[in-house]
């Protein structure tokens, strides 16, 4: 006994057990420090997994549409596709102005592909039209609002609600982990003048007469300074516009004949508005509003933040009047903090859940040991995870979970040997030395493969790789912290606190003693074994078909959003149609709060949405609501629903589209259709069709298309030689016109400080008036009515062309009704619906929900097939066996089974988690299947057969084996009855096809070896 003391070396291995109390004290302070790395780390509801967007938009005021797309959108398209990491590229060309939207790849270095999109972009300038503004690129689309705030009122108008928000940006912009608060809705006053073109026909001057006389009698410049003896005083001139009155009082024109004066107020109304120049409005629960938006550092734990946000708003709440509604539109920190207060529970009950299985496997004192390397585990996970930057989400907390039972299986190993040692006489330090000896490869080499398993996930591409690639960060991290706990830690707890075990009586276990019966039957009847086994994995695959697929569920939020696309090309539209919608969301009991935005999107409250296009037919509304207290809805899924019955029956005039928040990106629908073409009335006329032919089919239904109806135009053809003889030019036309219809600044207005805009325009409200507009020439006094010049006529028009990838397209989008399966309806409208109608010159792609699952399904099964591969390659090495490897990869099949069986009985959709969990199970199932192999091997070279060797190893297995699935399964329990409908089938296909793939395992494994393995 002395001699074997003597020999044990200092080593990594035995230098801890030597040194326990160091040893614990050195892993007390390791704890310690997990904690503080733990309140630090940055914390988020999801990943980082937003596609990066920008969007350009260049404006050149007075051009068409068409033109728009040749001179503009068409050379900034071919730019943008030369950028880095370059995806795709979506453009819109309206009269005037083009917009596009880039995206990259997700693996794209967003900051290189950025600089080079400036600089292509600048390149691109000088082929542009020299009097096109230049383009201007916003790289922020996707940043997500931290919190939202409204400021509404009823007797409140925009420029009041703006100046009480500003305060709150001010003092909240000044707290600590703040980068900034934008304003967002506020509209600002402006002069509005407006010339009676009737009497302005009177008077030899033209419109553009009067804007040139306000602009320059409001004109300012620095008169200088008198010098003195004494030095210098400056001279400062009055300004004539010191009131409205004053702008009212201009004189415009003075009578030759009789010098009387003609006022600006004799031939037009002047007064301070708010300004009618507006692009977009916001509103909350149907009253004018205006948003503060506040974003946090990145890199931060934003909770604490978040509550010092708090109590400044509550603080500064104290100074405002009463009536002015505030409301929180969003607040991300206590989002967070609530979402990862669940999935804390979750795991904190899932610890419990093992612990209370290890205390009935292990007794009272072993199992206060192994109890102590699972905390410790996960803390050792939260200083590594602060090391390379990864964040506390409902990710990477799922992945402690799915590792619990992981962690706590190589402590269970190495005690079980260390108290064998004692058992045998050995003392504390020799035993706790030989078992941590006796282990370490085995233990090693079980991490690998589990590692080995999981590894091939963390290169899945895509935005699903960016959703779940922390699942196998966290594990491979939690498993390489657990394995040196068990080395390192263990056996020095068991130095300090191991005790050897007293005799027990063994008792018999019936469980135990069916599996050994059945084991023997199956041995007995091998064929007929396997047989079975084969037809119940058909039958398993043949099953899928009646599971309920779901790509992703929607995200666990009282919440959803509204799109909505009208066709007509005008706010004051969009805004009726808004309000109708807000009107039947006020009917609803279990609507909330209703905040909308009419014109563009609101500020992004949810990191997975799509990017859309400010316009005039665009709208969008964002619906809080509480399910719990309706008495009509089970689930968010079925108040969704509801509502878009509603508005499918009640809203014309608008493509309306009620949206739940989704992990997988929220923007179109589950199917989409790309129509695209150079005929753009071809495109649009297809898109109806088929919007039209699907509103008749069941099953289909939220149905749109991107494509507004045409709107009709009034076209002045100009004939430019009678007109030169008259003495007008094309400058004269235009500018006169611009200025009665569109109106323009003309010059600023300074009062207390503040700035207004004077703006300046005419009151022609009919094409007859417009006909009869005089034209004044620029080179004399006389006037020409426009129609002694030029013809007008009504002429229809598409106001928009949307280009995708450089081609002409319009998107047609729809999603399933409930109880009807989109990828099956993707597939009847591919191959029934559309064979049937003409869409003739329009090619048409799909990008929908079918696609998206097809292209990550198959990036999943490719990852699994890498996973097996890798570990056939570790077994191979460890067996030194081509067989024996594929006996032990022969059980996958398994779980497969258990994992299906498991999604029927609990009504679990089959979706992407789902499929991620049976891919989970090889990295898990794989381990029992080792230790069960080694120990036949080491039985059939004490001369057993392969019947007494196999019925042996399962007897001694059977606790081990039966132990470390229900450590795992425990710990799965919480998450599967969350409630959580992304995480629930993932734990449910773990769970069920770990307990299966266990069971048959103790009996397939040995029939299997029997067969196969005849030396």
Same mark, same amino acid.
């Given at each position: 006994?002395?001699?074997?003391?003597?020999?044990?070396?200092?080593?990594?291995?035995?230098?801890?057990?030597?040194?326990?109390?160091?040893?614990?004290?050195?892993?007390?302070?390791?704890?310690?420090?997990?904690?503080?790395?733990?309140?630090?780390?940055?914390?988020?509801?999801?990943?980082?997994?937003?596609?990066?967007?920008?969007?350009?938009?260049?404006?050149?005021?007075?051009?068409?549409? $068409?033109?728009?797309?040749?001179?503009?959108?068409?050379?900034?398209?071919?730019?943008? !596709?030369?950028?880095?990491?370059?995806?795709?590229?979506?453009?819109?060309?309206?009269?005037?102005?083009?917009?596009?939207?880039?995206?990259?790849?997700?693996?794209?270095?967003?900051?290189?592909?950025?600089?080079?999109?400036?600089?292509?972009?600048?390149? /691109?300038?000088?082929?542009?039209?020299?009097?096109?503004?230049?383009?201007?690129?916003?790289?922020?689309?996707?940043?997500?609002?931290?919190?939202?705030?409204?400021?509404?009122?009823?007797?409140?108008?925009?420029?009041?609600?703006?100046?009480?928000?500003?305060?709150?940006?001010?003092?909240?912009?000044?707290?600590?982990?703040?980068?900034?608060?934008?304003?967002?809705?506020?509209?600002?006053?402006e002069i509005e003048i407006i010339v009676n073109i009737a009497q302005l026909q009177k008077y030899p001057i033209s419109i553009d007469d009067i804007a040139q006389i306000i602009k320059a009698q409001n004109v300012s410049f620095p008169a200088g300074a008198i010098k003195t003896e004494n030095g210098q005083i400056n001279v400062n001139i009055s300004r004539p516009y010191g009131i409205i009155k004053d702008i009212e009082n201009t004189i415009i024109f003075t009578s030759t004949e009789n010098g009387s004066a003609v006022r600006l107020k004799d031939l037009a109304t002047v007064k301070l508005i708010e300004s009618k120049d507006v692009k977009y409005k916001t509103k909350q629960n149907g009253k004018n509003a205006v948003l503060l938006t506040g974003y946090f550092k990145a890199d931060k734990n934003i909770i604490p933040i978040g509550k010092d946000v708090r109590k400044e708003i509550e603080k500064i709440k104290t100074n405002f009047p009463e009536d002015l509604i505030i409301d929180e539109i969003s607040f991300e920190?206590?989002?967070?903090?609530?979402?990862?207060?669940?999935?804390?529970?979750?795991?904190?009950?899932?610890?419990?859940?093992?612990?209370?299985?290890?205390?009935?496997?292990?007794?009272?004192?072993?199992?206060?040991?192994?109890?102590?390397?699972?905390?410790?585990?996960?803390?050792?996970?939260?200083?590594?995870?602060?090391?390379?930057?990864?964040?506390?989400?409902?990710?990477?907390?799922?992945?402690?979970?799915?590792?619990?039972?992981?962690?706590?299986?190589?402590?269970?190993?190495?005690?079980?040997?260390?108290?064998?040692?004692?058992?045998?006489?050995?003392?504390?330090?020799?035993? $706790?030395?030989?078992?941590?000896?006796? /282990?370490?490869?085995?233990?090693?080499?079980?991490?690998?493969?589990?590692?080995?398993?999981?590894?091939?996930?963390?290169?899945?591409?895509?935005?699903?790789?960016?959703?779940?690639?922390?699942?196998?960060?966290?594990?491979?991290?939690?498993?390489?912290?657990?394995?040196?706990?068990?080395?390192?830690?263990?056996?020095?707890?068991?130095?300090?606190?191991?005790?050897?075990?007293?005799?027990?009586?063994?008792?018999?276990?019936?469980?135990?003693?069916?599996?050994?019966?059945?084991?023997?039957?199956?041995?007995?009847?091998?064929?007929?074994?396997?047989?079975? !086994?084969?037809?119940?994995?058909?039958?398993?695959?043949?099953?899928?078909?009646?599971?309920?697929?779901?790509?992703?569920?929607?995200?666990?939020?009282?919440?959803?959003?509204?799109?909505?696309?009208?066709?007509?090309?005008?706010?004051?539209?969009?805004?009726?149609?808004?309000?109708?919608?807000?009107? /039947?969301?006020?009917?609803?009991?279990?609507?909330?709060?209703?905040?909308?935005?009419?014109?563009?999107?609101?500020?992004?409250?949810?990191?997975?949405?799509?990017?859309?296009?400010?316009?005039?037919?665009?709208?969008?509304?964002?619906?809080?609501?509480?399910?719990?207290?309706?008495?009509?809805?089970?689930?968010?899924?079925?108040?969704?629903?509801?509502?878009?019955?509603?508005?499918?029956?009640?809203?014309?005039?608008?493509?309306?589209?009620t949206r739940l928040l989704s992990i997988s990106g929220s923007g179109g629908g589950s199917i989409l259709l790309n129509i695209a073409g150079n005929n753009l009335g071809r495109n649009v006329e297809v898109a109806k069709m088929i919007r039209d032919t699907l509103k008749t089919i069941d099953g289909y239904y939220k149905i749109g298309t991107t494509a507004g109806n045409s709107k009709y135009e009034y076209d002045v053809e100009i004939d430019f030689d009678l007109a030169s003889a008259l003495g007008v030019n094309q400058y004269d036309i235009q500018k006169q016109i611009n200025l009665a219809l569109m109106g323009n600044e003309v010059t600023k207005y300074r009062k207390s400080g503040n700035e207004f805009p004077v703006k300046l325009s005419g009151n022609i409200s009919s094409i007859e008036q417009l006909e009869n507009f005089g034209i004044k020439s620029s080179s004399g006094s006389q006037k020409i009515l426009l129609k002694q010049i030029a013809e007008t006529g009504l002429i229809k028009k598409y106001p928009v062309?949307?280009?995708?990838?450089?081609?002409?397209?319009?998107?047609?989008?729809?999603?399933?009704?409930?109880?009807?399966?989109?990828?099956?309806?993707?597939?009847?409208?591919?191959?029934?619906?559309?064979?049937?109608?003409?869409?003739?010159?329009?090619?048409?792609?799909?990008?929908?929900?079918?696609?998206?699952?097809?292209?990550?399904?198959?990036?999943?099964?490719?990852?699994?097939?890498?996973?097996?591969?890798?570990?056939?390659?570790?077994?191979?090495?460890?067996?030194?066996?081509?067989?024996?490897?594929?006996?032990?990869?022969?059980?996958?099949?398994?779980?497969?089974?258990?994992?299906?069986?498991?999604?029927?009985?609990?009504?679990?959709?089959?979706?992407?988690?789902?499929?991620?969990?049976?891919?989970?199970?090889?990295?898990?199932?794989?381990?029992? $299947?080792?230790?069960?192999?080694?120990?036949?091997?080491?039985?059939?070279?004490?001369?057993?057969?392969?019947?007494?060797?196999?019925?042996?190893?399962?007897?001694?297995?059977?606790?081990?084996?039966?132990?470390?699935?229900?450590?795992?399964?425990?710990?799965?329990?919480?998450?599967?009855?969350?409630?959580?409908?992304?995480?629930?089938?993932?734990?449910?296909?773990?769970?069920?096809?770990?307990?299966?793939?266990?069971?048959?395992?103790?009996?397939?494994?040995?029939?299997?070896?029997?067969?196969?393995?005849?030396?």
């Amino acid at each position: 006994m002395e001699t074997k003391k003597i020999n044990i070396k200092n080593s990594l291995l035995s230098v801890p057990i030597k040194q326990s109390k160091i040893t614990l004290f050195l892993t007390l302070v390791i704890a310690f420090v997990g904690v503080y790395f733990y309140y630090f780390l940055p914390k988020q509801e999801n990943p980082d997994i937003a596609v990066p967007v920008a969007m350009i938009s260049t404006f050149y005021p007075g051009t068409s549409f $068409a033109d728009i797309e040749q001179l503009i959108s068409k050379p900034l398209e071919t730019a943008v !596709s030369e950028v880095s990491g370059f995806d795709k590229v979506e453009s819109y060309s309206f009269t005037g102005a083009s917009m596009l939207v880039v995206s990259l790849t997700n693996d794209a270095d967003v900051e290189k592909s950025w600089q080079e999109l400036g600089r292509l972009i600048d390149d /691109t300038q000088s082929y542009l039209p020299k009097d096109a503004y230049k383009p201007f690129i916003d790289t922020k689309l996707i940043e997500t609002a931290g919190m939202i705030i409204s400021f509404s009122g009823k007797d409140y108008d925009y420029e009041q609600l703006a100046a009480y928000a500003e305060v709150f940006q001010r003092k909240l912009s000044k707290i600590d982990g703040v980068t900034r608060f934008n304003l967002i809705g506020k509209i600002p006053q402006e002069i509005e003048i407006i010339v009676n073109i009737a009497q302005l026909q009177k008077y030899p001057i033209s419109i553009d007469d009067i804007a040139q006389i306000i602009k320059a009698q409001n004109v300012s410049f620095p008169a200088g300074a008198i010098k003195t003896e004494n030095g210098q005083i400056n001279v400062n001139i009055s300004r004539p516009y010191g009131i409205i009155k004053d702008i009212e009082n201009t004189i415009i024109f003075t009578s030759t004949e009789n010098g009387s004066a003609v006022r600006l107020k004799d031939l037009a109304t002047v007064k301070l508005i708010e300004s009618k120049d507006v692009k977009y409005k916001t509103k909350q629960n149907g009253k004018n509003a205006v948003l503060l938006t506040g974003y946090f550092k990145a890199d931060k734990n934003i909770i604490p933040i978040g509550k010092d946000v708090r109590k400044e708003i509550e603080k500064i709440k104290t100074n405002f009047p009463e009536d002015l509604i505030i409301d929180e539109i969003s607040f991300e920190p206590e989002s967070i903090d609530k979402s990862i207060s669940n999935f804390m529970s979750n795991l904190l009950q899932g610890i419990f859940f093992v612990l209370v299985v290890v205390f009935i496997a292990l007794g009272m004192r072993n199992a206060g040991i192994v109890a102590f390397a699972v905390p410790m585990s996960i803390l050792i996970s939260f200083i590594v995870m602060w090391i390379f930057g990864l964040k506390v989400h409902q990710i990477s907390t799922t992945a402690l979970i799915i590792a619990l039972g992981l962690l706590v299986d190589n402590a269970i190993v190495v005690v079980e040997a260390v108290q064998e040692h004692l058992n045998s006489g050995k003392d504390k330090i020799e035993a $706790a030395y030989l078992g941590a000896k006796e /282990t370490a490869m085995p233990i090693f080499s079980a991490t690998l493969t589990t590692i080995a398993a999981f590894s091939p996930l963390l290169f899945l591409p895509g935005a699903s790789g960016d959703l779940l690639g922390d699942i196998p960060k966290i594990v491979i991290i939690s498993l390489v912290a657990s394995y040196f706990v068990a080395m390192l830690v263990i056996p020095s707890l068991m130095v300090l606190f191991g005790k050897k075990s007293k005799q027990k009586k063994v008792r018999k276990n019936p469980v135990r003693q069916f599996f050994i019966a059945f084991l023997e039957i199956s041995l007995k009847y091998k064929k007929t074994t396997i047989i079975l !086994s084969v037809v119940v994995l058909i039958i398993s695959f043949i099953s899928v078909r009646f599971l309920n697929e779901e790509y992703f569920p929607p995200a666990a939020k009282q919440s959803l959003y509204i799109d909505i696309n009208g066709e007509s090309y005008s706010l004051d539209e969009t805004e009726k149609i808004v309000s109708n919608i807000e009107k /039947t969301l006020n009917e609803q009991p279990e609507i909330q709060s209703i905040t909308s935005s009419i014109g563009k999107p609101l500020p992004r409250f949810y990191q997975l949405m799509e990017v859309n296009v400010s316009s005039s037919q665009y709208a969008q509304i964002k619906v809080d609501f509480d399910i719990k207290k309706s008495e009509k809805f089970n689930n968010k899924k079925e108040l969704a629903a509801h509502l878009q019955s509603i508005f499918n029956e009640q809203i014309t005039g608008a493509s309306v589209q009620t949206r739940l928040l989704s992990i997988s990106g929220s923007g179109g629908g589950s199917i989409l259709l790309n129509i695209a073409g150079n005929n753009l009335g071809r495109n649009v006329e297809v898109a109806k069709m088929i919007r039209d032919t699907l509103k008749t089919i069941d099953g289909y239904y939220k149905i749109g298309t991107t494509a507004g109806n045409s709107k009709y135009e009034y076209d002045v053809e100009i004939d430019f030689d009678l007109a030169s003889a008259l003495g007008v030019n094309q400058y004269d036309i235009q500018k006169q016109i611009n200025l009665a219809l569109m109106g323009n600044e003309v010059t600023k207005y300074r009062k207390s400080g503040n700035e207004f805009p004077v703006k300046l325009s005419g009151n022609i409200s009919s094409i007859e008036q417009l006909e009869n507009f005089g034209i004044k020439s620029s080179s004399g006094s006389q006037k020409i009515l426009l129609k002694q010049i030029a013809e007008t006529g009504l002429i229809k028009k598409y106001p928009v062309i949307r280009r995708l990838n450089k081609e002409r397209n319009i998107t047609l989008f729809c999603d399933a009704e409930t109880g009807y399966n989109s990828k099956k309806l993707t597939d009847k409208l591919e191959f029934e619906i559309l064979p049937k109608l003409n869409t003739s010159g329009t090619d048409i792609t799909f990008d929908g929900e079918r696609e998206a699952q097809k292209k990550d399904s198959g990036n999943l099964n490719y990852a699994a097939l890498a996973a097996i591969f890798l570990v056939y390659i570790i077994l191979m090495m460890q067996f030194k066996s081509f067989v024996q490897p594929f006996v032990i990869l022969l059980t996958l099949p398994l779980a497969f089974v258990g994992a299906i069986a498991g999604l029927l009985v609990t009504g679990q959709p089959f979706s992407f988690t789902a499929l991620l969990g049976i891919a989970s199970l090889i990295g898990i199932v794989v381990n029992d $299947a080792i230790l069960l192999l080694e120990f036949i091997n080491r039985a059939r070279k004490n001369g057993m057969s392969i019947a007494e060797a196999a019925k042996q190893s399962s007897n001694q297995r059977f606790i081990p084996i039966m132990t470390t699935t229900a450590t795992t399964v425990m710990a799965l329990i919480p998450l599967a009855l969350s409630g959580n409908e992304l995480f629930t089938p993932l734990a449910v296909s773990l769970m069920f096809g770990l307990l299966v793939a266990t069971v048959l395992t103790l009996v397939i494994i040995p029939v299997l070896y029997s067969i196969l393995i005849k030396k």
